[in-house]
């Protein structure tokens, strides 16, 4: 079984608000003897949908971007065993030992919860999102809807789902700017594809219904 190592970069620029990528800063302080973590994935897909494993190596040399080090793992699937020699670049860490400077905005990312319709999955694509009283500490309030649902689907708690902010964030990141507004609000997009307030939303009538 062949394998290659992924590139988080690329990960990164499909999903920048879900798949982490380690700071410039903290990769610079990598030296020899850290531990990193790289993505081993398979060019074969097996039966039961396996496909990479994240291990550890132990770095013992560096030259600019180019790492050498020893596999810290002992694979599950994939032909290596612990002890192989990998060569790998700056490109191919996803994690390392060290405390990222930017964990708290990352943290942001994936704790921060918000309700999001199934249409706006299949569609990728929202267009109306209103903010209810938080249940708790990471419950946003937030509920995105892609707009097109009607009575049937909104009545059936089925067809939404749990997730966190960045994964609409990786949809359509210009709501940032609104997450933090206080609760009891709607936002509607309008013909310009921006989000506007819509002023007279019916709040009595959602709270009660």
């Given amino acids: 079984m062949s394998w290659y190592l992924d590139n988080v970069y690329e990960l990164n620029k499909k999903s920048p608000y879900t798949f982490y990528v380690p700071s410039v800063e903290l990769l610079d302080k990598l030296k020899v003897g850290d531990l990193v973590k790289l993505i081993f994935v398979s060019n074969e897909v097996k039966d039961d949908g396996f496909r990479a494993e994240k291990m550890w190596v132990h770095i013992t040399n560096i030259k600019g971007n180019k790492f050498v080090g020893q596999l ?114 709607a936002y509607e997009r309008n013909d310009e594809g921006e989000f506007q307030l819509i002023n007279d939303y019916d709040w009595e009538s959602y709270l009660n219904g």
Avoid at 116 to 143: A, C, Q, Y
Avoid at 164 to 182: A, H, R, T
């Fill in 72 to 185: 810290n793992n002992e694979p599950y699937h994939l032909p290596l065993k612990m002890g192989d020699e990998i060569a790998f670049g700056i490109e191919n860490i996803c994690d390392t030992e060290y405390i990222d400077s930017n964990s708290s905005e990352w943290d942001f990312y994936f704790d921060t919860l918000v309700t999001i319709s199934e249409d706006v999955f299949k569609k990728r694509e929202f267009n109306f999102m209103l903010r209810d009283t938080p249940n708790d500490e990471e419950d946003s309030g937030w509920s995105i809807l892609s707009g097109y649902e009607d009575g049937n689907f909104l009545n059936d708690p089925e067809n939404f789902h749990i997730v966190s902010l960045g994964v609409i964030l990786n949809i359509d990141d210009s709501i940032l700017e609104f997450i933090q507004k206080p609760s009891l609000c």
